[in-house]
């Protein structure tokens, strides 16, 4: 028998050695299974089901305890802790945590999962045969997902990211009581800000492809949006001196972007609100409240 760290496996119990617990063995080779590691009794001659592990001195080892995942399998774990050199901790079921290195993450920082976020992981093992998780990619979550029913188009659903990219944020989205999930996609254009890996967001569904797959946004519908991204500028200006800001329909879409929020169309959608309800006039690039708005 090959024993693995990451599986399951039925070895017998072969002594007691008092007071680090049992030595159990396929024959072969023996592992030890700490007394804090069982759930019931133990005795030599007994014949167990153990999950294989290495334990903090890289020894392989058994424990009674079931883990959330097993060697290749998927899971949506939780970080527990993070580590400034060696990555994010999961929690995986057993009392020990699962390493997510910093090489499985994304390069931006602002892109890495936080404590309390959820992560798609698959489990396996880095070049010392030393269990570890991996971020699962869409060829592993489309064996779990299915595709969206088009009763689903304009509903508000919860998402949870799997792969932030430039071009847009890959997530799954909850089947809730239909299954696990479904693929979808907010495009850049579509996201409110960068969204990290295993964060949970709420989205729109605004399109459901032939193959199933959602295009999503978190923003409202765009005569909706338009009311709250208004509401917005208004709020901007009433903070400033003099009731004016220097932004404008002329003002760059990345600028636009990083002090509201929102799409350039969206700004000039909620300008153009503004201007035709009489609250605020354009001037030299400078966006103003009328004067009873002061």
């Not at 939780?78 to 994010?88: C, I, M, S, T, Y």
Request: glycine residues 8%.
């Amino acid at each position: 028998m090959n024993l693995e760290a990451g599986t399951l496996v039925t070895l017998d119990v072969a002594r007691e050695v008092s007071p680090y617990g049992y030595f159990m063995t396929d024959g072969e080779r023996d592992v030890l299974l700490h007394y804090t590691e069982t759930t019931t009794k133990v005795a030599p001659g007994d014949r167990l089901e153990v999950f294989l592990y290495y334990d903090t001195e890289d020894r392989l080892a058994a424990t009674m305890h079931r883990p959330m995942l097993l060697l290749g399998e998927l899971a949506l774990l939780e970080v527990v802790d993070l580590h400034p050199r060696f990555g994010a901790f999961l929690e995986m079921g057993i009392g020990r945590n699962l390493l997510l290195p910093f090489k499985e993450m994304p390069e931006l920082e602002e892109l890495r999962p936080q404590v309390g976020d959820r992560i798609y992981v698959t489990m396996d093992h880095d070049r010392q045969g030393r269990l570890v998780a991996r971020l699962a990619g869409e060829e592993v979550l489309m064996n779990e997902c299915f595709p969206a029913p088009q009763t689903w188009r304009n509903q508000w659903k919860n998402a949870r990211v799997y792969k932030p990219l430039q071009m847009g944020t890959f997530v799954v989205v909850d089947g809730g009581v239909v299954g696990f999930g479904a693929i979808g996609l907010i495009p850049a254009s579509e996201r409110a800000r960068l969204l990290r890996v295993g964060e949970e967001v709420s989205v729109r569904v605004t399109y459901i492809r032939e193959d199933g797959r959602i295009n999503l946004s978190m923003r409202q519908p765009k005569e909706k949006g338009r009311d709250v991204d208004a509401e917005r500028i208004l709020e901007v200006l009433r903070e400033r001196p003099n009731g004016a800001m220097p932004y404008s329909d002329q003002t760059g879409a990345d600028v636009i972007m990083t002090k509201f929020g929102i799409s350039k169309s969206a700004f000039k959608r909620a300008l153009g609100k503004l201007m035709k309800d009489g609250l605020v006039y354009q001037k030299e690039n400078w966006t103003c409240l009328k004067q009873e708005e002061n």
